[in-house]
């Protein structure tokens, strides 16, 4: 029952209660953001959802658009700033997820929605995870984040699938809230600089 219908509710309540609470502090880093990266503060892009159905997630901008000599944007660890640092450091830049939480896109928890590019790669164990809405954290997130491997990942992923629960909801909630504030289960290589190693379909480490 709590899957089914609470979950959902919880979801709107707690998303709308969150950015009415949040509002002054995201109206700041809109401002502050816009500055920093010298325009648009936001980073839109294409993610699988609920039955694979495919949303604009919507984040606070960590990178800029820097790009070499032959207008090809530099890798991620040479555009991330230090700004964009500090907001993934704090993980200031999911805040707006909260929006794409109220439309119904993702939930409070679930398996974090992943790329486009990764759907035809899954195998049919993997494509469950798409099975309910993405979430703004997630099992796998809480324990290890980016030092697990991807088969850890989307075990972590099912496993929670099949055991939904509030009180699994909560403390994973929980478990969040330390994680930022301590800054912990980043990957070795600093969260911060680079993003998550790439999902080929045969990642088994």
């Known amino acids: 029952m709590y899957a089914k219908y609470l979950k959902r509710v919880l979801d709107l309540l707690i998303s709308l209660f969150s950015l009415i609470v949040l509002s002054p502090l995201m109206v700041f880093l809109t401002i502050l953001g816009a500055v920093k990266m010298r325009g648009n503060p936001f980073f839109v892009q294409r993610r699988p959802g609920l039955h694979e159905k495919i949303f604009p997630m919507i984040k606070f901008r960590t990178m800029n658009f820097a790009k070499d000599e ?53 195998n049919e164990a993997q494509r469950h995870r798409h099975d309910v809405r993405p979430g703004l954290t997630g099992y796998a997130q809480v324990h290890g984040r980016n030092n697990s491997s991807w088969d850890e990942r989307f075990r972590m992923d099912l496993d929670y699938i099949a055991h939904i629960s509030f009180l699994g909801d909560l403390r994973i909630i929980l478990k969040t809230v330390k994680s930022v504030l301590s800054h912990s289960g980043v990957d070795s290589q600093s969260a911060s600089d680079v993003t998550m190693l790439e999902f080929t379909g045969d990642n088994h480490s």
């Open 70 to 122: 032959n207008d090809c944007l530099l890798p991620d660890k040479k555009r991330i700033t230090g700004y964009g640092r500090f907001l993934r450091k704090t993980s200031l830049d999911e805040l707006p997820e909260l929006f794409n939480i109220l439309k119904g896109d993702m939930a409070i928890v679930g398996p974090r929605p992943l790329l486009v590019k990764y759907l035809p790669l899954y």
